[in-house]
């Protein structure tokens, strides 16, 4: 399976990087866990690099921040590459990554094609922990 989408999320995965469109406005601690949740059931069958899409979020509550940055939603995700289109979600995002620090390289962008590149020359060669951390 290639593609899969529930009301929170759409997931495909192109050429090993997993892509995951959010699809709702808000995202609060239910969405967070039910999109890992959906995630994990539908690719957790091993490491993945990923893609953000969050063009469609217009607020991430502080749960649902503080749950993203845990090992726990981390699972099976090795690097990931945030796309964000606008220029205060930019800012709100660099702000939210550095407080709430993930256990896994995470970095934003604003350009698919940038984001896909950093994440093929930066994948790591084998699966760590999410326990570690990276700057």
Not at 29 to 37: R, T, Y
Not at 50 to 73: C, D, G, H, L, P
Not at 90 to 97: A, K, Q, R, T, Y
Not at 120 to 127: A, G
Request: glycine share 2%.
């Amino acid at each position: 399976m290639n593609k899969a989408a529930n009301s929170y999320v759409s997931l495909e995965l192109v050429n090993g990087i997993l892509i995951a469109s959010y699809l709702c406005e808000t995202i609060d601690l239910e969405a967070a866990k039910s999109i890992v949740q959906y995630r994990l059931q539908q690719f957790g069958d091993k490491d993945y690099p990923a893609i953000i899409k969050s063009s469609n979020v217009k607020q991430v509550t502080k749960e649902a921040r503080n749950y993203f940055a845990t090992a726990e939603s981390c699972q099976k995700i090795n690097i990931c590459a945030i796309l964000a289109k606008s220029v205060l979600t930019n800012v709100i995002v660099n702000f939210i990554l550095h407080i709430n620090k993930p256990p896994i390289p995470v970095k934003l962008f604003s350009d698919e094609k940038i984001a896909m590149k950093w994440l093929i020359k930066n994948k790591p060669k084998q699966s760590h922990s999410v326990k570690r951390r990276f700057s």
